[in-house]
């Protein structure tokens, strides 16, 4: 069935029409990897694709949602079978490349929603550069970020980061066929200090991103052995819930005009 929310779906005509000052165009953005035995190889791609279709369709007048962009940078995970990663030059290229098209056809406000946390610089660069080339403004959002504190309180493990706790859960909802129970594994092993460890809520002063092999075994940094679907449900909804408030207060932010103060 046709969903006019749905960039995919509309005509040519039909893109030319919309409400181009009143709309958001989010651009999902995740990778291919391991996800340790478990867990599918897409579990960034699905995670962050239903969120934002989830959230899309909540408030479909108000949001286009744009085909994914399935591949990012993981090459510090290429040491595992399975990943596919795209180099940072042209992965910014690629991405603010869309981004500017999108610009092209007058879309003023773009949302890129990264389902992979090694994209983040890469997609700052990219929205930056559009932001340059254009009148747009492009911001850039790992949802998880908003349920920071829901995710301690729901979740029982200290250390949400890789093919977890988290993260399975989310899949057990979304899609429990796609997860192999028994394969589930608690591996924290990597180096922590008092300045430097993994989590996707709490981020340590010091940041680097280590070869993945050289802290896992399996792939997975943290308990996926605690994953429930009930806990993925209250996190899903909680995470769309955050993300129909975000798209509210970023479709009508004002964009003022810029000023030559030479």
Known sequence: MKKRFLYS???WPEIRDLDKENI???QPFAA???HGPHLPVETDNLLINEICRATAEKIPDHVILMPIIPYGYVEHHMDFPGPISISAHNLIGYLSDALISLTRHGFKRILVANGHGSNRPFMD????IVMEKSEAIVATLTPYSLIKKEIKEICESQFISHAEE??????LYLDKSLVDESKAVKEIDFPISKFHWRSLVEAPPLGFMDRW???SK?????DATLATREKGEKLFQLIV???VELIHDFRTREIRPKVDLH
Not at 166 to 171: P, Q
Request: charged share 25%; proline share 0%; glycine share 6%.
């Open 213 to 215: 092999s050289r802290i």
């Open 125 to 128: 660069v990219a929205a930056r």
């Open 166 to 171: 988290m993260e399975t859960s989310l899949v």
């Open 24 to 26: 958001v165009v989010i």
């Open 241 to 243: 819930e955050r993300m």
């Open 32 to 34: 291919i990897e391991d």
């Open 218 to 222: 399996t792939g997975v940094v943290g």
């Open 9 to 11: 779906h509309l005509t």
